[in-house]
């Protein structure tokens, strides 16, 4: 089954065109990462298929309904969540709370029941801060439950935003870069953590430059470079992949080094 | 579920609890109250007109300190509710809780009438929206003689009270007023605390992120204005009850200025600061008066000492979570 369908995608900012005709499917098991390097386009994709842009031409099918050109806010009501590069929590609130935020379109408390404090409010409450403690274990973040969220490292705030993002129960998440920042061990984690996600049965999308995190995660790659998809395959074909080889060489020379120097080491 | 990450350093769990550091700011409200109630006279005025500020900023903090936005014009709101119940208990007779249900319900359609086209704009056309609506109804409270009787004023409007009942005394419309402030409050900590005040957190925090987790963020911030103007309008009615006189000056740009301080020496996006800075803006002047020509002085210097060692409002010194 196909959970995510690009068609022809296009998003022209002026003169410049940052996604050009680019079209690719995602399935709904596994992994699907895009590659690229830095300004291929892969955030302004992702921003046009979450309603953040909206394309200058072409479609965007979630689950095989149109949802082109929806607002963001319809588009996750479907069942598709983002999250960002440059992390977006919400600092007023603790670490529990923000990921008590994504509960939020499957819960329906209203100001009087905020007020009242209504029998099926407070049963609705205990159970959004079960499943939030749930999350914060998933991500390993239980013990900062109570801490502010600003307060969190780096790395941990990359798991917070994506544990906020399982909270609304997502068919296809969308991960931008979830392991910039993050060292050699932290990265490691995060991809099981990614694996775990797409084995309970959540798409995963995410854009990464860290091609050791990619190979280990993805089950399938999109490469994107000057906004055109210039390969897609498995993670073994792409790396072979002259085209890719050349809009790389800078990263891929880097990824070579490293693995030398595991080998060394 | 375990996924063994190690990013984290092991640390205690740690749960907001009731200590001396929360329950400080309504101690302090409450003693400043309880001393105005046994004495009366003087301090009764002041304290009361402390209270009638701490529902209009309490309104002012649900829009600017929980939804992270804008207005200068809530005091439009506060005529509103003030002239509206002013008119029909002076002039028409009417019951003081039926005007005061009527202002409440104009204040809001105003509110939304502004709100709903200016708030799913980016920038600042709200903040301008409300700054034109405040001297809007400034200038209509001004001109329109015929009803508000411009710069004279209405005069004769009767005590709060229902039901055949009149508060006339001090003591009754203080603890009146502080009843309205402590139920104010508290509901604003329980909406803090909900599906709700979550929501309006997330606005305030990244609305792109809110909406990425499909809170419809025209909506909530909306929701906020209305409250906020809700509040204002019923303290603009209060206001003319405990009076019984109301003028245009009283819901001027002084109003506004005025009740921006307290909310930011309070501690805005708290829930005590509303009370605490109205309180503690409404006695300074008070206690300087000893200070005589140097009066003014003071109360600068005083203010200045609170940003410095204060910035994020007196409340927020008694803050239970963990700073970084
Ligand atoms: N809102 C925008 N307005 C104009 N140009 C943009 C905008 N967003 C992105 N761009 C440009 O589009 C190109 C692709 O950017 P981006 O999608 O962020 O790349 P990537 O995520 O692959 O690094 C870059 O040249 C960037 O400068
Ligand atoms: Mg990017």
Redesign the interface.
């Given at each position: 089954m196909t959970r995510l369908v690009l068609e022809n995608v296009t998003k022209r900012f002026g003169g410049l065109v940052a996604v050009d005709n680019v079209s690719f499917t995602v399935p709904e098991a596994g992994v699907t990462a895009v590659i690229g390097p830095n300004g291929a386009g892969k955030t302004t994709l992702f921003s046009l298929v979450?309603g953040?842009l909206t394309p200058t031409d072409g479609r965007v099918l979630f689950d095989g309904q149109d949802i082109t050109g929806l607002?963001?806010?319809k588009i996750?009501?479907r069942g598709l969540?983002?999250?960002?590069q440059l992390v977006?929590?919400?600092?007023?609130?603790?670490t529990l709370?923000n990921v008590?935020?994504?509960?939020?379109?499957h819960?329906?408390?209203?100001?009087f029941?905020?007020?009242l404090?209504t029998p099926a409010?407070r049963r609705?409450?205990r159970e959004?801060e079960a499943r939030a403690r749930?999350l914060l274990?998933?991500?390993?973040?239980?013990?900062?439950?109570?801490?502010?969220a600003?307060?969190l490292?780096y790395?941990?705030q990359r798991?917070l935003?994506m544990a906020?993002?399982l909270a609304?129960d997502p068919r296809l998440v969308l991960l931008d870069e979830p392991a910039a920042g993050?060292n050699g061990?932290?990265s490691e984690?995060l991809s099981?953590?990614i694996r775990?996600i797409a084995d309970n049965g959540t798409t995963v999308l995410l854009i990464e430059h860290d091609m050791t995190l990619v190979m280990n995660t993805a089950d399938r790659v999109v490469v994107v470079d000057f906004g055109r998809k210039i390969a897609e395959g498995t993670p073994a074909e792409v790396r072979v992949n002259p085209a890719v080889i050349a809009a790389y060489l800078g990263s891929a020379a880097t990824a070579k080094a490293a693995e030398q120097e595991k080998l060394n080491g | 579920m375990t996924s063994s990450l190690s990013i984290t350093s092991p640390e205690t769990a740690h749960r907001p609890r009731l200590s001396w550091r929360t329950v400080l700011p309504y101690g302090f409200a409450a003693a400043v109250v309880g001393y105005a109630i046994a004495v009366g006279g003087y301090p009764a005025t002041v304290v009361g007109f402390a209270l009638i500020y701490a529902v209009f900023v309490i309104g002012l903090n649900l829009f600017m300190g929980f939804a992270n936005q804008v207005s200068f014009g809530q005091n439009a709101f506060a005529a509103i509710g003030g002239y509206t119940s002013a008119v029909l208990t002076a002039t028409y007779e009417w019951t003081p809780l039926p005007a005061m249900g009527v202002g409440m319900a104009a204040a809001l359609v105003i509110a939304g009438l502004i709100g709903w086209p200016t708030l799913r704009l980016k920038g600042h056309y709200l903040a301008m929206g409300t700054l034109a609506i405040g001297l809007i109804v400034q200038e209509i409270t001004v001109e329109w003689t015929s009803v508000t009787q411009g710069y004279m004023g209405l005069s004769g409007i009767p005590p709060m009270g229902a039901f055949g009942f009149e508060i006339t005394s001090d003591r009754g419309q203080l603890i009146m007023l502080a009843s309205v402030v402590a139920a104010a409050t508290f509901l604003s900590a329980r909406l803090k605390r909900s599906r709700m005040g979550r929501a309006l957190s997330a606005v305030a925090g990244s609305e792109e992120a809110a909406r990425a987790l499909g809170i419809a963020v025209a909506r909530y911030k909306l929701l906020a204005f209305l409250l906020s103007a809700a509040l204002a309008s019923l303290a603009g009615s209060l206001f003319v009850h405990v009076v019984g006189f109301v003028s245009p000056e009283v819901f001027g740009l002084h109003m506004v200025i005025l009740t921006f301080t307290m909310l930011y020496v309070g501690g805005i996006g708290t829930i005590a600061g509303p009370v605490v800075g109205a309180l503690i803006i409404s006695l300074l002047p008070e206690t300087f008066r000893g200070f005589k020509e140097y009066q003014d002085l003071a109360y600068g210097a005083a203010l200045i000492l609170m940003l410095i060692y204060a910035p994020k409002g007196l409340s927020a010194l008694f803050s239970h979570r963990r700073r970084p």
């Open positions: 979450s953040f607002a963001p806010e996750s009501a969540v983002r999250t960002f977006k929590l919400f600092e007023d609130l603790s709370e008590k935020v994504g509960r939020h379109l819960t329906k408390a209203g100001l029941s905020a007020f404090h409010a609705e409450e959004v749930d274990s998933f991500v390993g973040l239980q013990h900062k439950a109570d801490a502010d600003s307060g490292s790395g941990q798991l935003e906020r993002a609304a993050l061990e932290e984690a099981r953590i775990r | -």
